[in-house]
């Protein structure tokens, strides 16, 4: 039996992922958990990094890629909802602005090229994606928590292996551009004995080294259990279960701690008794005992499948009252939250 996901505990982390397979519920529920932190009077910010949005749907308000406040969220309740393409362009403006002082004249129109080329190179958008999402976790001090609402597991995971990959990329241009700037000095000493080198170099490391710096801290902050956590969202069928063990062991082998799985989509026990949800049931009902068997070690909190709304202010104070029940019901036993069900009505 899997021990139950303690919601006051997971809301006192800074950085929480939510990630699971594709239409699990991964949304609704970044979006409920946001919803419970910011009714605590938690300054949250909810970011999707999901290319195909829909924060906007479920919020009912336009949120888009700068950002707004959720007009029902008390002052506490922010969204962002990062878009790929704009995180391209604003990367690649910011790589023109830095490049072109130390392009002679003749040499732009390579630039360009070379700009052109990396907008339409394979892993552009991801890695764009993951420097908003870096320069996002650097200014997590602005809020006392921020909610990541991720694409389904896969791309996420690849996601948050490349800190480590792109800081050992970022590594070797440093120590390419630091050899070129010795190479250069050293012929600068014999072409003109005791003139100054142009400082170029540095100029040009310097963006380098931050942003080698930004990546390392992030990946640091992702790693550390009292700063974040990875919560995953599944429904009670063989392709989520699989696709959730494999996330979980990569995660834990990556050293990012993993808090716990909402198991969504429940059917009650009543489905028994009706003829055509009976297999339907007795399928879930199997899931739910590999879940124990297989993950054990990983908390959980089942939540039903239900025929209401799950949109907007109402719906999702209503969901986040079922969240919160569900995970009470489980540990009143065990310790004794700070009622975090106060204010969500
Ligand atoms: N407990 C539930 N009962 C009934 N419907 C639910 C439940 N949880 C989520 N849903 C519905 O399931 C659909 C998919 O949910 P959601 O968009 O949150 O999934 P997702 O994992 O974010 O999907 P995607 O991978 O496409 O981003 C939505 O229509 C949502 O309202
Ligand atoms: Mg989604």
Request: hydrophobic share 45%.
């Amino acid at each position: 039996m899997n021990r139950s996901l303690d919601i006051a505990q997971l809301m006192a982390r800074r950085l929480i992922m939510v990630g699971g397979k594709g239409g699990v519920g991964k949304s609704t529920m970044a979006a409920t958990l946001a919803t419970i932190a910011a009714a605590h009077g938690r300054k949250t910010l909810l970011v999707s990094t999901d290319p195909a949005h829909n924060l906007s749907d479920l919020f009912g308000c336009e949120i888009g890629s700068n950002g707004c406040a959720i007009p029902w969220g008390g002052g506490n309740l922010q969204a962002l909802e990062i878009s790929p393409q704009h995180a391209l362009d604003t990367y690649l403006e910011s790589v023109r602005q830095q490049m072109l002082p130390h392009v002679a004249v003749h040499l732009r129109g390579q630039l360009e090229k070379q700009l052109h080329l990396t907008r339409h190179a394979p892993g552009s958008e991801e890695a764009a994606l993951l420097d908003a999402l870096t320069r996002v976790i650097e200014n997590r001090e602005e809020y006392d928590l921020i909610i990541f609402d991720t694409a389904p597991t896969g791309h996420t995971l690849r996601l948050l292996n490349l800190p480590s990959v792109m800081s050992r990329w970022t590594e070797g241009l440093i120590a390419q551009k630091e050899r070129a700037g010795r190479f250069r000095d050293l012929l600068g000493k014999f072409a003109s004995a005791g003139e100054e080198s142009d400082g170029g170099a540095s100029a040009q490391l310097a963006p380098l080294i931050a942003r080698r710096a930004r990546f390392q801290q992030a990946a640091q902050a992702l790693q550390d259990p009292q700063i974040s956590a990875f919560l995953f969202v599944m429904t009670p069928e063989a392709l989520p279960l699989s696709e959730t063990r494999r996330a979980v062991m990569a995660l834990e082998s990556s050293g990012i701690p993993v808090a716990g799985i909402i198991l969504n989509r429940l059917l009650p026990p009543e489905a028994e008794a009706v003829t055509f949800l009976r297999g339907a049931w007795a399928c879930q009902q199997q899931i739910l005992q590999r879940v124990a068997d297989e993950l054990a070690q990983v908390p959980c909190v089942s939540l039903p499948m239900t025929g209401n709304t799950l949109q907007g202010r109402e719906g999702l104070a209503w969901l986040a009252a079922q969240l919160v029940a569900a995970t009470e019901a489980d540990v009143t036993k065990q310790k004794q939250p700070d009622s975090v069900t106060a204010g969500l009505s």
